[in-house]
């Protein structure tokens, strides 16, 4: 099965989606950017799953990228109940200050 757009290139954007995503995780400093930063590398590993089914020919990478797309879902909406409970509770949603409550 020939396609149009060779693999390299997906794998390629894959990569870059992940390293743009693990950088905003190790650099930024709200968490609502943190948990965008999240998503970006789920993302990422979607592209990688129907990038690797599609190469191979077969649906198990698509139905992976089903279950991934689910558990984000999960993942965004936990996420952003504790950051809404965290801002209302400290008015704050920046890392810094939520390491300093540690102790």
Known sequence: ?????????????????????????LIRR?????????????NSANLL????????????????????VVIAACEAAIGLAMVIAIFRRYGNIKTEFLRALRG
């Open 1 to 25: 099965m020939s396609s149009i757009i060779p693999i390299e290139h997906s794998l390629i954007l894959a990569f870059l989606l992940f390293f743009i995503g693990a950088a905003g995780v």
């Open 30 to 42: 709200n968490l609502i950017t943190v948990l965008m930063s999240i998503e970006l590398m789920l």
């Open 49 to 68: 799953f129907v990038a690797a089914s599609r190469q191979v020919g077969n649906v198990d990478g698509q139905v992976m990228m089903s279950f991934v």
